[in-house]
């Protein structure tokens, strides 16, 4: 069956690193995948895309690699804040029409 | 404003007593889903649906039931709540078609059952 895990349950670094949290996946082809970020008792909110023909994306400080023969995305967040501090969610995807498929997130703390 | 709206947003209910959680969408979108979040567990697909009239199970759909009638509103319906449905409910919608559509999130409904 597919199978989707985020390299940790939690992440701890110092302010003004970078952060990098791992998605790897197996039994799966994905179209696409996504990274949402989410706050405790809220829901999450999407942050960056990219698709399987795309090695790298990048929004102001968030940049996200995906590798189809590692079967694997990198995300990084540079010069890390404390407003980082949140829950990452991976998300693949195949068609339009499919649900998404998530992995259980990664609690980032950026500690100042 | 792009929105998912949930409500209630906080229950606590009795074993037994029927509820309905309500989703509306305002960005026209064909696709909608219902998720629960369980610590440890992570984001689970309850249901979804395509379309009007149109739904699908996903991956834990035991103990609930959805209907289809609009194209804005999704109602989660528990016909007789147990324990074990004591969770952190969200409503999600998309547009379809295109690969990697962005998926809005309602902010989440607390349910709890005692």
């Known amino acids: 069956s597919q199978k989707i895990e985020q390299n940790s349950e939690a992440l701890n670094i110092q302010e003004g690193k970078t952060a990098t949290l791992t998605c790897n996946y197996t039994n799966y082809s994905p179209a696409y995948l996504q990274w949402y970020r989410q706050d405790p008792g809220r829901g999450p909110v999407f942050l960056l895309l990219i698709r399987e023909n795309e090695k790298e994306k990048r929004k102001e400080r968030l940049k996200v690699t995906f590798d189809t023969t590692l079967k694997q995305s990198l995300f990084h967040i540079t010069a890390s804040q404390p407003a980082d501090s949140a829950t990452y969610l991976c998300?693949?995807?195949?068609?339009?029409?499919?649900?998404?498929?998530f992995g259980k997130g990664t609690r980032l703390s950026v500690i100042a | 404003e792009a929105q998912v709206t949930q409500n209630p947003r906080y229950l606590i209910t009795v074993t037994g007593k029927k509820l309905t959680v309500t989703c509306s969408q305002n960005m026209n979108h064909e696709y909608m889903s219902w998720y629960r979040q369980d610590p440890g567990l992570g984001l689970r697909q309850i249901y979804y649906s395509m379309n009007v009239e149109v739904t699908d199970k996903g991956d834990v759909p035991e103990g609930y039931k959805v209907s289809r009638k609009e194209k804005r509103n999704f109602p989660l319906i528990l016909e007789s709540p147990s324990p074990n449905q004591t969770s952190l409910y969200f409503c999600a919608s998309r547009a379809q078609g295109m690969k990697g559509n962005t998926i809005y999130f309602g902010e989440g409904s607390w349910l709890t059952v005692v």
């Open positions: 998300a693949l995807g195949q068609s339009g029409n499919t649900p998404l498929v």
